[in-house]
């Protein structure tokens, strides 16, 4: 039972360039998030996804792209990587109604 | 402006004591609340949560109030254990949508055996 699967686990990227971090669920949820988190700054939600087919933006979605053509899948792209964009990154999913996030154990990005 | 505040960044009890970490919030709107542990290298995991129309909610060694005119909750934990060690974050959502949680920025609880 893998629950939310994130890869890489670590990545380390030059300014300007782009790459997608990968986020997968088995467990047939409809919900998924992509929340970033910064020292002393908590988890703040980038972009989230309601159902295949159907996202929105959260609090920071700015240099952030995202998609969901599948259930089980829900890829966050970094168009032009940014230092300010050096984070820990954690997708989540969700079921039905007051059913918490799960997240996966993050991706952790360093933009030189 | 900070909705979900977390004013400890840290505790320090011993091994078997109660350990209350706490939680303000300023959305009126807020209607759920959690609790989530986080260990190093690790995703949050999900620890326990509370609607707004309870005050209480118990789970084995874990309770939450919710002080809904104080816009405060609290986390109890009793007796706290060495592996308890770990950072806590509060988080609340508005209107059955937990994809959308808002964060505190955590307090890091330290168990000492």
């Known amino acids: 039972n893998a629950g939310v699967t994130q890869t890489p686990k670590f990545q380390v990227l030059k300014t300007g360039q782009s790459m997608t971090l990968q986020c997968a669920q088995d467990?047939?949820?409809?919900?998924m998030s992509w929340y970033r988190q910064d020292p002393g700054m908590g988890l703040r939600l980038i972009h989230y996804?309601?159902?295949?087919?159907?996202?929105d933006q959260g609090e920071v979605p700015n240099g952030y792209n995202v998609s969901r053509s599948t259930t089980e899948d829900f890829p966050l792209r970094l168009l032009s990587a940014a230092p300010s964009q050096t984070s820990v990154y954690f997708c989540?999913?969700?079921?039905?109604?007051?059913?918490?996030?799960?997240f996966g154990n993050g991706t952790r990005l360093t933009v030189t | 402006d900070q909705q979900v505040k977390q004013n400890s960044p840290s505790l320090s009890v011993q091994e078997g004591r109660i350990s209350i970490l706490n939680c303000d919030y300023t959305n009126s709107m807020f209607d759920y609340f959690l609790w989530y542990k986080k260990y190093p290298a690790e995703g949050p995991t999900f620890l326990i949560s509370?609607?707004?129309?309870?005050d209480k909610n118990e789970d084995g060694r874990f309770t939450v109030f919710l002080n809904k005119s104080a816009k405060h909750l609290s986390l109890h934990i009793v007796p706290s254990q060495p592996g308890d060690s770990a950072v806590y974050f509060c988080a609340a959502s508005d209107g059955g949508s937990n994809y959308k949680l808002t964060f505190g920025k955590g307090t890091l609880l330290t168990v000492n055996p």
């Open positions: 989540a999913s969700s079921g039905q109604g007051n059913s918490p996030l799960h």
């Open positions: 996804s309601v159902g295949a087919g159907i996202t």
């Open positions: 467990m047939n949820h409809e919900y």
């Open positions: 509370i609607s707004s129309i309870k």
